[in-house]
Nanobody, 114 residues
Framework: QVQLVESGGGLVQPGGSLRLSCAASGSIFSGYTMAWYRQAPGKRREVVASITSGDRTTYSDSVKGRFTISRDNAENTVYLQMNSLKPEDTAIYYC????????WGQGTQVTVSS
């Protein structure tokens, strides 16, 4: 059973940076598009960035130019570098395949506040 474990969240001031990591047990990366999703209180979960097995990336308009997704297939890990963070980025961040094919992990909380 593949498990996804997200880490790297925390409390950061507006304009700050965080780097999220997602480690997967089992070899799911090969051939899969991976994505980062987020869910803010009272809102639906949304995809913010994705990366194909060939390292082609896409971003939602709300994070384009500020977030960077990357992957390390040898380590079964996907990353999300988040810069110029805004209060509206506050959410629980999850990783999964895109489209979703695995159970959700616990996620990692990101709070952007002064």
């Amino acid at each position: 059973q593949v498990q996804l474990v997200e880490s790297g969240g925390g409390l950061v001031q507006p304009g700050g940076s965080l780097r999220l990591s997602c480690a997967a047990s089992g070899s799911i990366f090969s051939g899969y598009t991976m994505a980062w999703y987020r869910q803010a209180p009272g809102k639906r979960r949304e995809v913010v960035a994705s990366i194909t097995s060939g390292d082609r990336t896409t971003y939602s308009d709300s994070v384009k130019g500020r977030f960077t997704i990357s992957r390390d297939n040898a380590e079964n890990t996907v990353y999300l570098q988040m810069n110029s963070l805004k209060p509206e980025d506050t959410a629980i961040y999850y990783c999964n395949t895109a489209p979703v094919t695995r159970s959700w992990g616990q996620g990692t909380q990101v709070t952007v506040s002064s």
